[in-house]
Each structure stands twice: as C-alpha cells, then as structure tokens.
C-alpha cells in the first residue's frame, strides 16, 4: 500500500541547531512528495514539495530530497528559530484526490 | 484576503445529537476535502468533492454526511452514528486536482460530553 513512516516522538532543540526529521515512504509508482507543517492552534500550511526522483524542494530555509533509492524525503533546515516550533507532516500524493500522511512530529525550538 | 473558512472553532456536543461543521472558501477552488486529526497521528480523509453536486468517500467516511449545493461550501455532519466524533476536523481546497497541493482551513475541535 501507500503509506509514509516519520520517526517517532517530539524533537526537541536550541536556536540556531541542525534539525531533520526523517521521512520514509511506500507507494506503487512515483507519487508527488510533500512536507506541511501546523503551527500551534492553526490548519497546515504546504511547506515544500517534489514531484519526481531528485527533485529538491526547498523552502523558509527548509529543504527535501527526493530519494527513490532509499525511498525517502528527509525535510532538514540548518539553523532553526523559535518561530519554527510546529508539528511537520510529511505526506505522498498517489493519485485520485488521496495524500497519505505521516503521524507528524512537534518541533519544539529552545532559545 | 483569500482563504478557508471554518467554524465554529470550538465545539461540544452531547452524545446522540449531530452537529454540522462550517466551511467556507472564497478562493474559487473546485476541489474540496474533510480530514481528522487525532492526536499523534496523521490526517484520514472523511469525503471530498471535486465539483458541485458530487461528492465521494474517503477512508473513514462512517457516521458523516456533507452536501456540496455551493462551490464556495463544503459543510461536515457528524451524526450520532459516529462511534468516536471526539477530534480535530480540518477542511482543505485545491486549485488543481489531482496534485496533492492543499490549502487548509484553521480547523475546528469537536469535543463529545
């Protein structure tokens, strides 16, 4: 099936650390990737997407590779913000109107 | 400003008795969608609707209803037929079919007593 594996559990780091969340999926073909991200009390925003093998997404200081030969979209910034304190979704587009989403992870920045 | 539109933010509700979440969208998109959201977990789709007067299911349409008389509306009924309503429900648009490129609104938290 179509499915998208996120790591467990909060991330919890300072200002100005190297964050990555990493992402995995399953899909038959080559479905479009996504990362969104929900900041506290609000719907999700698209982050960045990909829409074939190698693509880079990129976004905010946020960037993703699409994989296919580790089938993954790791979403890695290189100096977070406090303002960047969110939950990311990762997501797989695999056709007729159905997004696969991963669990999520809160990203909890310290000053 | 262009946008989704949900109401009401927050919600309680007794159980046995239904209740219709709000979503309006003025930013001319065709495709509409319900999703919930339980905690640590991912969005499930309920329905979506690519046109006026169409609408199919998703993964856990069971104990919902919605109806699409307008472009700009996409109302969510959660009937007492729903085993577990208690969750956050999020209602998104798209320009483009068929791209996986949503648009959300700010959600509304259903709470059964």
């Known amino acids: 099936g179509n499915s998208v594996t996120q790591m467990e559990g909060p991330v919890t780091l300072s200002e100005e650390a190297f964050l990555t969340i990493n992402c995995t999926y399953t899909?038959?073909?080559?479905?479009?990737l996504f990362w969104y991200v929900q900041y506290p009390g609000e719907g999700l925003q698209l982050l960045l997407k990909a829409t074939k093998a190698d693509d880079k997404g990129s976004n905010k200081g946020f960037e993703a590779t699409y994989r296919k030969e580790t089938t993954s979209f790791h979403l890695e910034k290189g100096s977070v913000q406090v303002s960047d304190s969110a939950v990311y979704f990762c997501a797989l587009y695999y056709g007729n109107n159905r997004l696969a989403f991963g669990k999520g992870n809160q990203v909890v920045v310290i000053p | 400003d262009g946008g989704i539109t949900q109401s009401p933010k927050y919600l309680f509700r007794k159980e046995g008795q239904n209740v219709t979440l709000s979503c309006e969208q003025n930013l001319n998109h065709d495709a509409m969608y319900w999703y919930r959201q339980d905690p640590g977990q991912g969005l499930r789709l309920i329905y979506y609707s690519q046109i006026v007067n169409d609408f199919q299911k998703g993964d856990i349409a069971e104990g919902y209803s919605v109806s699409r008389e307008k472009k700009e509306s996409f109302p969510l009924t959660v009937t007492s037929a729903q085993k577990n309503p208690t969750a956050f429900y999020l209602c998104?648009?798209?320009?483009?079919?068929?791209?996986?490129?949503?648009?959300f609104g700010e959600g509304s938290r259903l709470t059964v007593l």
């Open positions: 998104a648009s798209t320009r483009e079919r068929n791209t996986g490129e949503l648009f």
């Open positions: 899909a038959t073909g080559y479905p479009s």
